[in-house]
């Protein structure tokens, strides 16, 4: 639905949450980057672990090659010295060094290849989901539309108009809103008004399209993202293992406020997946969801 029609009742949405966290919110947050933070968030699917795992592979048989390279060069530098070869020898060829460097190289690539190739296809063979949504990217703020509930919701940054999270803080109103939605110095430029609520240990196909540019869906603690394209519909999947609030944002530059598209998805137990569900849809306006399901049927 239309960001006008929705925004005062998503934003409700959003709080409901938020209430049912019982003011936990800060504490379970876990899809945050940190200060001084070289490696990756910790995963939170199986998917993330998964890639997780390819990358240390990679690690690995990329600095054993280094390690390898590296010796081999420091042993040419003193073996073949000017005082030890001071005649070097002219050959130009070597058959069996030659098929060796060829190889070695095709076997690490197919090592490679095949545990990549179930990866991805592990990625994009979508199992079957109990929680379909679809992520609708805008300039600059993402639109959720649940299928299965009938629930639409705008998600835009908390702290928008404002320069810093200082210049923010400095602010009444600034300061007032940040208390509003738990906005802290760690999750600034990370969180928006209404959560993604998704239930834990579920299977989630998020469908990923756009009304103007090119966006991309990225939650780096789920192993995730997935390009938004106007006019296409892409797909991907997660199963959450863990409750608590993960962040993310959108991956494709895709304008001037393109570093102010966050993604907040909060992981909630199945009973309050099913609140916060019907809470929604009344704030919306729409039939529990309990008399929908009796209806359809």
């Known amino acids: ?146 299928s299965d509930y009938e629930i639409d919701m705008d998600a835009i940054m908390v702290g928008g108009d404002y320069r810093s999270y200082d210049a923010m803080m400095a602010d009444e109103d600034g300061a007032a809103e940040a208390a509003e939605y738990g906005l802290t110095r760690a999750n600034w430029l990370l969180k928006t008004d209404t959560s993604l609520v998704v239930p834990v240990n579920t299977v989630v196909r998020v469908q990923t399209t756009a009304n103007d540019v090119i966006h991309a869906w990225t939650v780096p603690a789920f192993g995730v993202k997935m390009d938004a394209v106007p006019g296409r519909l892409n797909e991907l999947w997660f199963a959450a293992e863990e409750t608590g609030v993960f962040y993310g944002q959108c991956s494709e530059l895709c304008g001037t406020k393109h570093a102010y598209m966050p993604i907040t998805v909060e992981v909630v137990t199945r009973e309050q997946f099913d609140a916060w569900v019907e809470e929604t849809r009344l704030a919306q306006g729409l039939e529990p969801q309990a008399i929908r399901l009796a209806q359809a049927d």
């Open 1 to 146: 639905m239309g960001k006008a029609m929705f925004g005062a009742a998503a934003r409700l949405g959003g709080g409901l949450a938020a209430v049912m966290a019982a003011g936990a919110a800060v504490a379970q947050e876990k899809g945050l980057p940190m200060p001084e933070q070289i490696g990756f968030q910790p995963a939170a699917t199986e998917l993330a672990r998964d890639l997780h795992a390819i990358d240390d592979m990679l690690l690995y048989i990329i600095g054993a090659i280094t390690l390898f390279v590296t010796g081999l060069l420091l042993y040419c530098v003193w073996r073949f010295r000017a005082d030890r070869n001071p005649t070097p020898a002219r050959f130009t060829h070597n058959a069996t060094v030659e098929v060796i460097w060829t190889a070695v190289p095709v076997m690490i690539l197919v090592a490679i290849a095949f545990p990549s190739l179930n990866l991805l296809y592990k990625q994009l063979e979508i199992p079957e989901a109990e929680v379909n949504i679809k992520a609708i990217g805008n300039q600059w703020y993402w639109s959720y539309e649940y």
